[in-house]
């Protein structure tokens, strides 16, 4: 049985709206499908990016869960138009390929404080993967040791705990640097095009390292960055034109 197709223009104009509002982006060309189809249990959806064939251009669809289908919210978590405003930002950003700041833009997003602030502790669907494996793993060994009373099942519990709060520990820390990079290449941008409302649409067309580096340059260094760059780079002459020249 196949899987239709549908237009994001017509399923879900309120994500578009919100990425118009806060990024000034419009893909209302992307498409979306349905679908289970290898989705972790935990998994509501993602941006599939892919290319037909080795130098065909790049393609990007959008798969949810079919629980969507019926219902604007999957595991009382995930909310539809949410969750298709965070996946839309890494349609918009997949030539760029950059992934430091993309989950953090993607969060932004959310109507949930704690998200906007967490959201971005995991970086990948490996690090996912892992910390749920770990979890189940910790699980499995303390419900062993309790009913086994096994002194070698308690010791290993308590080295798979601390493995778990070091790969935590190790993700906030990396979550707060990035966190205060971005509100500072934010907060430096918008002195420059003096448009504070406009600032995240320029960080969205940003490279990481154009962030990182924006985050610690003064106004003048930035104004100048982007003169310079919009000479050499068809990206660039864009973002100029739209935010910087007055």
Request: hydrophobic share 50%; proline share 2%.
């Amino acid at each position: 049985m196949q899987t239709a197709l549908l237009s994001c223009k017509e399923c879900c104009p309120t994500a578009l709206d919100c990425l118009m509002e806060r990024y000034d982006l419009a893909p209302d060309w992307a498409l979306l499908l349905f679908s289970n189809f290898r989705l972790a249990p935990w998994h509501g959806g993602c941006a599939c990016i892919f290319q037909l064939k080795e130098g065909a251009p790049t393609a990007a669809l959008l798969q949810l869960r079919t629980a969507f289908k019926k219902k604007a919210y999957y595991l009382g978590i995930y909310g539809r138009d949410e969750l298709i405003a965070h996946e839309l930002v890494h349609v918009c950003r997949m030539m760029l390929n950059e992934p430091k700041f993309e989950e953090l833009l993607a969060y932004n997003l959310s109507c949930a404080p704690l998200r906007r602030l967490l959201g971005g502790l995991v970086q990948s669907s490996k690090e996912s993967l892992l910390l749920i494996l770990l979890l189940l793993a910790i699980i499995g060994v303390d419900l062993y040791s309790l009913y086994s009373g096994a002194l070698q099942a308690v010791a290993a519990s308590c080295w798979l705990k601390a493995a778990g709060l070091t790969l935590v520990a190790i993700g906030a820390l990396r979550l707060f640097w990035r966190h205060k990079q971005l509100q500072r290449c934010l907060k430096n941008i918008a002195e420059v095009i003096q448009e504070k409302d406009r600032a995240e649409a320029v960080a969205v067309r940003l490279r990481d390292e154009e962030i990182a580096s924006f985050a610690c340059l003064s106004s003048q260094a930035i104004a100048s960055y982007a003169r310079e760059a919009a000479t050499g780079s068809l990206r660039w002459r864009l973002i100029y034109n739209a935010y910087f020249k007055k």
